[in-house]
């Protein structure tokens, strides 16, 4: 029986050995519990001081061009002599071209000028038209154009006006990243994309992302997506809410339009601040005053309050990221909330409201062509 014993356990070794090497862990999908996991993925970052992200070649900028040429004029090569870039007005500068496969884990940026006149657009593989185009500002979940703090898991906006984002974004071929200044003055840029390097499942879809505004909405209804096509998973929302009305504005409900659905819609929310995981009214009970908050998953950053001179209007930015719940779609999806508050009697009301959205997904390309985005005068926060 012992040498039987033996051999099994050899045999049991053996198997164990080849399943490890053929599940050989490739840097993706991390999280606490796998940061102890060997990998052969290589590890790279995109800066001004890199532009291709390339081994070895970091902090190469000299003096005569690099944009801190003065700050570093007494201490030369490889201090910090290149860490940003101009982007000259109705100019279009690329931020990253990478050569794949590979994914983006991380993004830190911060643009100075008008956010939402620098235009963000990514191309996964060789793509002619973006699976992102989004105002800067809007995609990190700072619509109304200033800072606020948020804290979540896939964005972070910290002290003063830095940008950050950790949706994975997993690509086979190629990656283009490129901002667009739309304003008629110069901004400056500082940017950090880290990615790696590795093999990519090939269940892996490739992440999107779109800006819509209506002002004033149509109908009392507006419209976050339509016309996705394709398998994917919806997994975020962000609202720039601007109120244009007396009295509570948030009991309009979100309805996902998915595979085939007409009139009615599969999933069919019961109030907006239900839907980003508040209630009644995202009123403090003490104070009896709108509570900002964060949290990982949904949050109200942004609570904008009239200031007696040109501020008017109460402005509002909410987010929803579906991470614990993604949406799943098999052929279509579309998107809508409805524009409703209160009128006497206990009655509804058919708002006209100032919205601003982006939604968040990961579909299988091909993606359907995008909307137009607006002018630069549409664009305009006001």
Known sequence: ??????????????VQALAQKAGSFNGLDMNMGNLFRLSDAKTRSISPENYKGEKGKGGMATLENGTAHSAARELGQGWKVNPSVPIEAGQTFTIAEITGPGAIQHIWMTPTGN???????????????????????????MGWGEY??????????????????YWTMPFRKKCRIT????????????????????????????????????????????????????????????????????????????KFYMDGDTQFPTINGTGTEDYF????????????????????????????????????QQRFGLYRWHIMDPIRFDKDLKVT?????????????????????VVYWYQAEPHAAFPKLPAKNELEIN
């Open 1 to 14: 029986m012992k040498p039987v014993f033996s051999y099994c356990f050899f045999i049991l070794i053996s």
């Open 115 to 141: 956010w939402r006149f620098s235009i963000l657009r990514f191309y996964w593989d060789d793509e002619k038209e973006p699976s992102i185009e989004v105002p800067v500002g809007d995609f990190f979940g």
């Open 148 to 165: 606020a703090p948020l804290h979540s898991l896939p964005v972070n906006v910290n002290p003063g006006s830095a940008f950050n984002c």
């Open 179 to 254: 901002m667009e200044n739309m304003d008629s003055e110069k901004m400056i840029l500082y940017y950090q994309v880290d990615y790696t390097l590795t093999q990519v499942p090939d269940d892996a879809a490739y992440f999107h992302a779109q800006f819509r505004k209506s002002n004033p909405t149509k109908g009392a209804l507006y419209t976050l997506v339509d016309g996705i096509q394709g398998k994917g998973q919806y997994v975020g929302t962000y609202l720039a809410w601007g109120v244009t009305n007396n009295g509570w504005w948030g009991e309009g409900e979100i």
């Open 277 to 312: 995981c508040g209630s009644y009214d995202f009123e403090n009970q003490k104070t009896h005053q709108y509570e900002p908050f964060v949290s990982p998953y949904a949050g109200m950053p942004q609570v904008i309050k009239p200031d007696g001179l040109y501020r008017t």
């Open 337 to 357: 909330i409805q524009d409703l508050g209160w009128r006497s009697g206990g009655r509804y009301l058919q708002q006209q409201s100032n919205i601003s959205s």
